[in-house]
């Protein structure tokens, strides 16, 4: 879709603006963070970056970004990553590309998140659109899939094109959880923590600082609720 693409390019236009030559970066996953690359690459930055997908490094490697990795006592100045549906509380849903794993390990150390996402990612409850990525084992996935059904419809094994399953950047599976609309996304997360065989979840409950919204008239950052239902609004 010509005018999401835009949208997206919105939002990352504006997410490279907070990036300064001096910071230590994360960089998430996605087709809106892929474009943050882009332009990143189009600023000239000189800050340096850890990827928490094998796709985005191998783009940033591509176009030279300076690449690193996380290590031991290292805090991240920030981090910019997107998300697949964000609800009012900016509580988010994310593992459509299958990331969410090491996203919430490059999330959970920065001192700044910042989603970029173009508005259609905009909802009044997690999983009215998507279902919730669970990453799990291989190891016995159709008996853990069996297990998380209990707190949703229906689940279904992530394939590939050629029918294969779809095999995480860890060498896991995910288990895609069809919901109802998500009255409580945090007890929904830890029950699904809790469950044998999982390994993360979608669902991610601290509160991003921002997140940068891409729409047809240009980029409008939201950190409120009231500014979520608004934006909301304004673009029905």
Not at 103 to 131: F, Q, W, Y
Not at 191 to 220: Q, S, Y
């Amino acid at each position: 879709m010509p005018g999401q693409e835009e949208w997206k390019r919105n939002s990352a236009r504006e997410a490279a603006k907070l990036v300064r030559n001096d910071m230590l970066v994360g960089l998430g996953s996605g087709t809106t963070v892929a474009k943050v690359v882009k332009e990143l690459v189009e600023k000239g930055t000189k800050a340096r970056f850890v990827t928490a997908s094998i796709a985005t490094q191998k783009l940033a490697d591509r176009l030279d970004l300076n690449l690193t990795t996380l290590e031991k006592g290292t805090g991240l100045d920030l981090t910019i990553d997107g998300a697949d549906e964000i609800d009012p509380n900016l509580r988010l849903l994310k593992g459509g590309g299958g990331a969410h794993t090491r996203e919430r390990i490059v999330t959970g150390a920065a001192e700044e998140l910042v989603i970029v996402a173009d508005s259609t990612k905009l909802v009044e409850k997690l999983g009215e659109k998507n279902p919730v990525p669970v990453e799990v084992i291989p190891f016995a996935y159709e008996y853990v899939a069996g297990l998380i059904e209990e707190y949703g419809k229906r689940s279904e094994l992530r394939r590939t094109e050629t029918g294969n399953p779809y095999v995480t950047d860890n060498g896991n599976y995910i288990v895609d959880l069809r919901t109802d609309p998500v009255n409580n996304p945090e007890k929904l997360r830890e029950d699904l923590d809790k469950t044998p065989g999982t390994v993360d979840n979608g669902i991610f409950t601290d509160k991003p600082d921002k997140a940068l919204i891409g729409h047809e008239e240009g980029c409008r950052a939201v950190e409120t609720k009231e500014q979520h239902r608004e934006l909301r609004r304004a673009l029905k």
